[in-house]
């Protein structure tokens, strides 16, 4: 069982700049992989970015490829994303999303964090 609280969230300008942050509550984080989801008002919930536990492979959406980073500490079981260059489009709840390295799906998701980019 997993437990992930999300924070970080805010309201920012088009250009700025945001840090999320996922903490996880289990004794084995790294061996989840991890990622952030984000949805829309009126969309489905899509992919932002995953992180293998070794932190050796990472995955991005095309539409946050070179803004975004994903990051992890093993140490302390916390996820981190880097928004950088946000845009309005960026605006949506993100969500942290725990995936164990022999599992297929996520199985564990967060409450989710508001990020609001006004233009």
């Known amino acids: 069982q997993v437990q992930l609280v999300e924070s970080g969230g805010g309201s920012v300008q088009d250009g700025g700049s945001l840090r999320l942050s996922c903490a996880a509550s289990?004794?084995?984080?790294?061996?989840?992989?991890m990622a952030w989801f984000r949805q829309a008002p009126g969309k489905e919930r899509e992919f932002v970015a995953s992180?293998?536990?070794?932190?050796?492979?990472?995955n991005y959406a095309d539409s946050v490829e070179g803004r975004f980073t994903i990051s992890r500490n093993n140490a302390v079981n916390r996820l981190f994303l880097q928004m950088n260059r946000l845009k309005p489009e960026d605006t949506a709840v993100y969500y942290c999303?725990?995936?164990?390295?022999?599992?297929?799906?996520?199985?564990?998701w967060g409450q989710g964090t508001q990020v609001t980019v006004s233009s």
């Open positions: 999303a725990a995936r164990h390295f022999k599992a297929d799906e996520y199985h564990y």
């Open positions: 992180i293998a536990y070794t932190s050796v492979h990472r």
């Open positions: 289990t004794r084995s984080f790294s061996s989840y992989t």
